[in-house]
């Protein structure tokens, strides 16, 4: 060898291993990931990048998993690897986390695992038993796959994580438990505006009026508010609006929809005709919430009789606001009188309760407050973002049904599981021999002629449908299958993939639910929006008049002209028309103790008014009545069957628990929630095929690839030959 071409051998080698070295250093530092899945399941969601990157407090992700584990939960160690680095590249500098070694002691405990194994055990994570296969022998093992999350003082756990299913989710769930309320006061950019509009001739009319601390209400408004801004880190901005002028006035009122009043000339009193407004705002970030703090009713024989709000009850008002306002702590409403399915298993007036709704209340309190609401006793929160109804089963009055629509007014989204049937249980005693089941009466609970007047109809009658459950038949009564037929299966094809909450529901099981109608002309008149969510198969029927669920007897229609594809969910979007419009006020019916406690004291509008007193009637309240809702949506599946235990699963893997949640958070505003949670379902059916092309496919596997290797044989040795003429031809020549 040339010792002068020494360097030169030595240059190369030692280039290329510089350059190595730059490239796993390029790697190290330059994270890049490509998700080829059709649902981008190890991409991180919008939802979690904006929870990471808006953390105003260290939040620490404590892992213990055991190393060098069996497949498939190496997988899931990787897997939690590679997002918990997804989430601090988009984080801010409050996100850290870290993996602790804690591997068993019967493998050889590592240096320090042992006081891993303390501190996991001090939060609460736990060793699970895992199955693995090592020299052809089946053993169990002990194995840590846990994390928990410190976020200030709380902390949450994830004590067993054995799959990557919905992990994210979870993730990103606990954070936005963690992220509290002092977390999103502190990241708030700008103060929260509360104000208060009380025109001062209101002042002077209050007194006759009921009112006779009107007067004191700014004062307490801003004591309550200063309070309350103490607490909430100096975020909240109070000021104290006495509008000038009918023009003001009513720019506030075509703004905020507050409470106007008018009176006329009241010579006894020296009170000159006028008008006046009253309401409490508050706005962020183009959002407002308005309370009403004078309430007006019509009560009878008493007539008409105004109050102001609870002082005691001004805080818990603002607070609700401000925290619906800036996103945190949601509540749901749930409808919990009018024989509505029970949200909770103990009710102390009716004992244990045999039928509730346990797996939905248990998916719904992971991200929301259930707030019980009886319309008999109170009122509808306005702070409320959505209602739940499911199965009244008793007739609302007219007043209720004016809570109900005003607060839709208000813009509170309703979510609606009206059954058009109730089943009414034969007496307990019956001739002997005569055994008769439950009969099934058409339903009619008022609200029915609200959803009406919305545009939207349920048929009396229960969808049918041969793409149905199928149920497994015990051998020892013959076995096979039997068709449920009161069970459709809603296909993938006909649910509505078009919005982002339903994107990834590729199935549903309905169970004794009615067929839904639009009246067209009323949706098309108002501007509202109908989007149909999901609708049987093409090979659905109606059961109408006598109602039989039976499976012994009910059998397809011989003739196919009676099936048809049926709407069986829609979600209604706009401004609605009020269904009190151009009606008197409905009055409130109070208890006969109630009103010998007010005969005293109240003033009736059908009694003579005495002299030196004021005629309330003739004061009118304009603003407190809203005749169109602000943009609000509707939710309407006419089956409550939809939301109870034997269709929804505790764990929320299932469609139906899916589709139920992602309803909850799209009419909640959480949309985002809803996309990250869809994108988890696993389950993606084959598309379905007609009986032509079934055959088709059939006959060629059966037939077409025998011919196919026959063809490819031939035009094999077709070739071979061709080219051994043309090798004897030349050397012919």
């Not at 006793?377 to 199965?391: G, H, N, T, W």
């Not at 919005?499 to 009615?514: C, N, Q, T, W, Y």
């Not at 009190?580 to 004291?601: D, I, L, T």
Request: charged share 25%; proline share 5%; glycine share 6%.
């Amino acid at each position: 060898m040339d010792s002068r071409n020494l360097p030169e051998n030595f240059i190369k080698p030692l280039i290329y291993l510089v350059v190595i070295i730059l490239v796993n250093i390029a790697g190290l530092t330059l994270y890049l990931r490509i998700d080829l899945t059709k649902n981008k399941i190890y991409s991180l969601s919008e939802a979690s990048k904006e929870v990471v990157s808006t953390l105003s407090e260290p939040l620490t992700i404590k892992v213990f998993f055991t190393q060098d584990l069996p497949a498939p939960h190496n997988n899931t160690e990787r897997y939690l690897h590679d997002l918990l680095e997804e989430y601090a590249i988009h984080a801010n500098q409050y996100f850290n986390y870290r993996f602790y070694n804690v591997t068993p002691e019967t493998e050889g405990i590592a240096k320090g695992a042992r006081e891993n194994q303390a501190l996991a055990d001090s939060y609460g994570i736990r060793p699970v038993q895992i199955q693995v296969l090592e020299k052809d022998e089946v053993k169990f093992k002990k194995a840590y796959m846990g994390l928990v999350l410190i976020h200030g003082d709380m902390i949450e756990q994830i004590p067993t994580i054995t799959s990557t299913d919905g992990l994210e989710y979870k993730l990103t769930t606990a954070i936005q438990k963690l992220n509290n309320k002092i977390s999103a006061l502190l990241s708030l950019h700008d103060k929260v505006q509360v104000k208060l509009y009380l025109s001062s001739s209101l002042k002077k009319v209050a007194p006759f009026m009921g009112l006779r601390k009107l007067s004191e209400l700014p004062g307490k408004v801003k004591d309550v508010v200063n309070e309350l801004g103490e607490k909430s880190y100096g975020k909240l901005a109070y000021s104290y609006v006495d509008p000038v002028g009918p023009e003001e006035q009513e720019k506030i009122l075509q703004k905020y929809k507050i409470m106007s009043l008018t009176w006329p000339t009241l010579p006894a009193k020296n009170i000159k005709a006028g008008e006046g407004i009253i309401g409490l705002v508050m706005e962020y970030g183009g959002r407002v919430r308005t309370m009403q703090l004078m309430h007006v009713m019509r009560i009878p024989i008493f007539g008409t009789q105004y109050s102001l709000v609870d002082p005691s009850r001004l805080e818990q008002m603002i607070n609700d606001n401000l925290e619906s306002l800036i996103g945190i702590n949601m509540d749901i409403g749930y409808l919990a009188d009018h024989g509505t399915l029970k949200i909770s298993r103990y009710s102390p007036m009716e004992g244990e309760q045999t039928d509730y709704l346990s797996s939905f209340s248990n998916l719904v309190s992971r991200n929301y407050t259930i707030r019980e609401i009886n319309l008999k006793d109170d009122s509808i929160p306005e702070s409320l973002q959505s209602l739940v109804i499911a199965r009244p089963t008793e007739e609302f009055t007219d007043y209720e049904l004016y809570q109900i629509d005003q607060a839709l007014m208000g813009g509170t989204n309703l979510a609606i599981f009206l059954d058009s049937f109730k089943e009414v249980m034969p007496p307990k005693q019956q001739p002997y021999g005569y055994n008769r089941g439950p009969s099934y009466v058409p339903l009619n609970t008022g609200l029915e002629k609200l959803l009406d007047h919305y545009g939207i109809r349920i048929k009396n009658s229960i969808v049918l449908d041969e793409n149905c459950y199928k149920q497994n038949i015990p051998r020892r009564f013959g076995g096979g299958e039997r068709p449920i037929y009161f069970a459709p299966l809603i296909k993938n094809r006909f649910i509505n993939h078009g919005l982002g909450f339903m994107k990834d529901i590729k199935e549903l099981v309905a169970l004794k639910i009615s067929p839904l109608e639009l009246d067209e002309q009323r949706i098309s008149k108002k501007g509202i929006k109908a989007l149909n969510l999901f609708s049987s198969s093409e090979k659905s029927w109606e059961m109408r008049n006598r109602i039989n669920f039976n499976p012994m007897y009910i059998r397809p229609p011989s003739s196919g002209k009676e099936e048809e594809s049926m709407p069986l969910a829609y979600l209604l979007e706009g401004e609605f028309p009020s269904y009190f419009a151009g009606k008197p006020m409905p009055e409130k019916m109070v208890k006969e103790s109630e009103s010998e406690n007010k005969g005293e004291k109240k003033s009736s509008e059908n009694t003579p008014v005495r002299k030196g007193e004021v005629d309330l009637s003739k004061i009118q309240g304009k603003g407190v009545f809203m005749a169109k809702s602000r943009p609000a949506k509707i939710l309407l599946i006419a089956s409550s069957a939809m939301l109870q235990d034997n269709i929804l699963d505790r764990e929320g893997k299932g469609p139906n628990s899916v589709f139920v949640m992602n309803i909850l958070d799209a009419l909640n505003d959480r949309g985002d929630i809803a996309a990250m949670r869809g994108k988890t379902q696993r389950f993606n059916p084959l598309n379905e095929s007609s009986a032509l092309v079934k055959t088709v496919v059939k006959t060629f596997n059966i037939a077409g690839l025998p011919i196919l290797v026959i063809v490819f044989g031939l035009f094999v040795w077709f070739r071979r030959h061709s080219r051994k003429r043309r090798i004897q031809m030349i050397f012919q020549k």
